[in-house]
């Protein structure tokens, strides 16, 4: 489980790195699930790395950011 979340988050890492050289601002949206059961994670903390300040969200009841 752990191995396809570290997968899912390279994946939205690397799609991010090249838009952020170019932008300032914008949306990331998504929905975070277990990858063993395909169950949506309610209350997840997501943050984008390397940014300054810090920014994040946290999931609601269906997963969803």
Known sequence: ?????????TMIIAGLSTGV???SNGNIRGI???AAS???LP??????LNTNP????TT????AF
């Open 43 to 48: 209350y997840v903390t997501v943050t984008v």
């Open 21 to 23: 050289a170019a932008q």
């Open 54 to 57: 810090i920014l994040g969200a």
């Open 32 to 34: 975070i699930v277990d």
């Open 1 to 9: 489980m752990k191995k396809k979340i570290l997968i899912l988050w």
């Open 60 to 63: 609601d009841g269906q997963g």
């Open 38 to 40: 395909g169950q949506s």
